[in-house]
């Protein structure tokens, strides 16, 4: 892979294996991994001024204002040589919008998981809230079901992960992103992926990219 122009954006719902596979994208294809939550949260350790209207929002489970977002995402992408992968941003049509006036974008890649599939994951996980150690009931189990290997004692689920709350989450993301969805659809940039398992998306995600992109 040579480091021509590669902008590309990852879509996906909570639970989906964004962070996985951005990961690797980002590792295979030599990208600076930009998450709009993790820059967020830095402004917010930092106590910047962007960091503290920033809070204000996060911590009430809102969205930070488009304006906002629009331009602390320009502003980190603008050093990056035009090759990034963007994760979290955009999350509204303004901003798709936006992020299209001022720079391009090559493709969109959505995870497209069912949500079934993300509620009966997270519906499993358990912690150990002391330590934060995260088991679950079947794809990590701790060696005594319902307790913590270490310390022997209680499993929680976090009231986050009920299937209810995630069900909402979910209702949430899709009422939300379906514009962005639909914007780089008729855009014909949108590229989704079906599918439940990370390792079976992945080889089907870097093939696309390479033969899209590869100039080798
Ligand atoms: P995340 O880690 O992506 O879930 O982001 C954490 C929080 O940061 C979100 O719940 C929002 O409050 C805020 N945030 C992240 N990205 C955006 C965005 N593109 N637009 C507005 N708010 C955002």
Known sequence: MTSRVLRVIIMGPPGAGKGTISSRIASAFKLPHLSSGDLLRTHISQGTHIGREAKRYTSEG???????????????????????LL???????PQAKALSENVGV??????????????????????????????HDEYNPPKVARLD??????????????????????????????????????????????????DVLWPQIETFLHSEFSTE
């Open 149 to 198: 290997d270490h310390t022997g004692e209680e499993l929680i689920q976090r009231p986050d992960d009920h299937p209810d709350t995630v069900r909402e989450r979910l209702q949430h993301y899709n009422s939300q992103t379906r514009p962005v969805l639909d914007y780089y659809e008729k855009l014909n940039l949108l590229r989704s992926f079906t599918g439940t398992e990370s």
């Open 106 to 135: 090559d493709t969109v890649i959505n995870l497209d998981v069912p949500d079934s599939t993300i509620i009966d994951r997270i519906k499993g996980r358990r912690v150990h809230l002391p330590s934060g150690r995260v088991y």
């Open 62 to 84: 809102l969205l930070v204002p488009d304006q906002t977002m629009v331009s602390l995402i320009l502003d980190s992408i603008s050093g990056s040589e035009l090759r990034w």
């Open 87 to 93: 994760d979290g941003f955009p999350r509204t049509l």
